[in-house]
């Protein structure tokens, strides 16, 4: 069941974590479940976003709202874990991933913006299965256990969203889907002084990147 779920995601991507980010993280993990829940909040305040910004299309607003709760609900269930490890909820500075995709997105045009930030959203989803996936095994259960779960709605998550693009734009996305993807991978695979969930290849040293 996870392989029929995890396939579509890695012929989507462009490229897999680094095994240093998994190292990085798991010598992080701290870090990791603050930057998941931040991660979580603000895939639900985009969801909203979305929902504000475009009242006329009902697809959206129906798929978004679904997303917002699922969003939601994961941030709950992240608090959570951290409250039980002792892992105050804190402020970070965001990684450059999202901003690294948004600042391509086109703008002189509402419907093309539009599409844009759904493909940028598939992304964003794809990767966060992907790294969930990629990280779960070597976990403690509990951890394990919890982002096996979400491999699930983060699969539909990214389906979503890009099916969502491809119906707006009423015309091939390929390109422009292969466009995102040669990015999103370039922040994946590119040195990143920083680690955060979505961060790229670290340089930094273990037991930093607060």
Known sequence: MTQA????????LHCETPALWVDVALENQAVMLIDHANCEKKAAATAMSLMTKYLDRTE?????????????????????????????YTQLSPSR???????????????????????????????????????????????SRFYTSLLRSESRHFADYLALAEQYAGTDISERVEFFGRIEAELILSPDEQF???????????????
Do not use: W
């Open 97 to 143: 991933y999202a901003s690294g995709m948004i600042k391509h997105t086109r703008h002189h045009d509402d419907l093309n913006i539009l599409v844009d930030r759904l493909i940028i959203g598939a992304y964003i989803e794809a990767r966060s299965c992907e790294r969930f996936a990629k990280i779960a095994p070597h976990l403690d259960e509990t951890l």
């Open 5 to 12: 779920l995890l396939a579509p995601i890695y012929d989507f």
């Open 196 to 210: 955060r969930f979505h961060s790229g290849t670290p340089v930094c040293s273990l037991k930093t990147g607060s």
């Open 60 to 88: 959206l607003l129906f798929c978004a709202a679904r997303l917002a709760r699922e969003e939601l609900h994961h941030f709950e269930q992240v608090v959570e874990i951290m409250q039980k490890r002792n892992v105050t």
